[in-house]
């Protein structure tokens, strides 16, 4: 259940994702054919990302670069979509054509339907997180009642304490 592909390199490779919903097992397309998001949700652009943004960016509503797929926590899954690949994605083998752009990547949840909780916002710039996951706690335990102490046998024999 969940997504069909857990990563996509951009329209190259698997641009077509498909959502399986957990509880009703319907499936929904969340990118078509051309890596086309199906129902945009829309983009918060908020200047942490946006001064980053370079000609090489791409906010056009499709997958063009790494996007993830997965569960973010036990009600919801996250889409992490790169809008902008770090300067290195421009380099051949030998270094050249490198530039200085920075990595951004944007985040929009999904319920467990498959359904946008919200709009795109930023998830990472360069190697600034402003997301981090949901911390996996252990589940609150009641208290245990504690255990008597144990009555320890001595006795005293010739100035020395002697166990029995």
Not at 150 to 157: L, N, T
């Amino acid at each position: 259940m969940g997504f069909s592909h857990s990563y996509s390199y951009g329209l190259r490779e698997n641009p077509e994702i498909i959502f399986t919903s957990d509880r009703t097992g319907r499936q929904k397309a969340i990118t078509d054919k051309t890596g086309r998001f199906v129902g945009f949700p829309g983009i918060v652009k908020e200047k942490e990302w946006t001064s980053h943004l370079t000609e090489e960016g791409c906010l056009e509503p499709v997958i063009r670069y790494r996007t993830e797929f997965g569960k973010f926590d036990e009600h919801s899954y996250i889409i992490r979509w790169q809008v902008q690949p770090d300067g290195m994605y421009w380099a051949d083998e030998d270094g050249f054509g490198m530039t200085p752009d920075e990595e951004i990547t944007l985040y929009a949840l999904l319920d467990l339907d498959g359904n946008y909780i919200g709009p795109f916002r930023v998830y990472k710039v360069g190697i600034k997180r402003y997301l981090e996951p949901p911390v996996v706690r252990e589940p609150v335990r009641p208290p245990q009642p504690a255990e008597p102490p144990k009555k320890s046998r001595r006795s005293w024999i010739k100035g020395w304490w002697k166990r029995r």
